[in-house]
């Protein structure tokens, strides 16, 4: 089942638009088009010589995205993950943009279609790629995996308790094939008097999906790259859903708004301790009436931080760095 743009509502739209648009004829990515929500938004606000980069790893939101592209000559459309947004731009020959959006995670489409395998309310085949074209999937993980090394997963990106005795499970029930078969042996391993009100095994297909995405290592390059391909005032904003991906945004936005590392024995300028970067808003979390409205927008956390190219670059150069303002691949 294709992705559809269909009843599909994006989460703190307005708080984006609010926060991410600065020049209104600049140019801007959309990182994580999925159903074009947040780009046909930024779209209704742009000017006519505006370009917005639109990208997403499956192929599903492409082909979608495509389809706006026919639409509305503004939008560039790229099937590219969001972590190579550096490559994707010295391609486009775009030198440096004025706002980066991504909503981090799996998508409400890819959510709702069982044959993507990654939600346990209705049973289909064990996949959770977001690319289902490459890579291994949560079945192929699962079924391979050293008992250690799921416990780990379980325990390190699922933050589950239990997790050393449903890797038991999951080992003894292998093969497991599809998502039903994978739920219910994380049920029955996790007992009654340590569960939540969520489901029990909302947190083991969190962690799976984490690691067959290897969506730790996207976002950690992802962030860097995007506030790397910013112009000086530029914004980038990261929509998180859960509180593993939020505190590593948390923890980036922080490190960016810091004054870089002080020159051993070199007398430096009040003027040049400065940061890369400044906090704007978050976390900001969806009002009341739009988790009324959207109840999916209920876990959604926004943080926007602003590129202020003041570092002096021989700060930076002095510690062997590239310095913090001036965007890579910048000719």
Request: charged share 25%; hydrophobic share 40%.
């Amino acid at each position: 089942m294709a992705i559809g743009v269909g009843d599909h509502i994006p989460v703190l739209t307005k708080e984006v638009l609010k926060f991410l648009l600065g020049r209104q004829d600049g140019t801007y990515v959309d990182a994580t088009f999925g159903c074009g929500g947040h780009c046909r938004a930024l779209l209704q606000k742009l000017a006519p010589s505006a370009r917005l980069v639109a990208m997403d790893r499956d192929p599903d939101a492409v082909a979608l995205a495509q389809v706006l592209a026919v639409e509305d000559s503004r939008v560039l459309v790229v099937h590219r993950r969001f972590a190579e947004l550096d490559t994707v731009l010295t391609e486009l020959e775009i030198v440096a943009v004025d706002g980066v959006l991504l909503d981090i995670g799996v998508s409400s489409p890819q959510l709702d279609d069982p044959t993507r395998g990654f939600s346990f309310l209705n049973d289909g085949p064990l996949d959770m790629r977001m690319d289902p074209t490459s890579g291994m999937s949560a079945a192929d993980w699962i079924n391979s995996a050293q008992e250690s090394e799921i416990t780990r997963v379980l325990f390190e990106f699922g933050e589950e308790r239990h997790a050393r005795r449903v890797a038991r499970a999951i080992v003894k029930a292998r093969p497991i094939t599809t998502t039903g078969a994978f739920a219910e042996t994380v049920s029955e391993a996790i007992p009654h008097s340590g569960r939540s009100k969520r489901h029990p095994a909302t947190k083991a297909f969190q962690a799976v999906r984490i690691v067959v995405n290897s969506e730790n290592e996207e976002l950690a390059r992802g962030l860097d790259n995007a506030f790397d391909c910013l112009r000086p005032g530029g914004r980038l904003a990261v929509i998180s859903f859960h509180s593993l991906e939020d505190r590593r945004v948390k923890h980036k936005f922080r490190e960016l708004s810091m004054p870089p590392p002080l020159p051993r024995r070199l007398p430096v300028r009040a003027a040049s301790i400065s940061s890369p970067g400044k906090l704007i808003a978050g976390p900001v979390r969806a009002s009341a009436s739009e988790v009324a409205a959207n109840p999916r927008a209920r876990s959604a956390m926004l943080r926007v931080i602003e590129k202020t190219g003041d570092v002096d670059p021989l700060v930076g150069a002095a510690e062997g760095k590239r310095a913090p303002g001036v965007a890579r691949g910048a000719r």
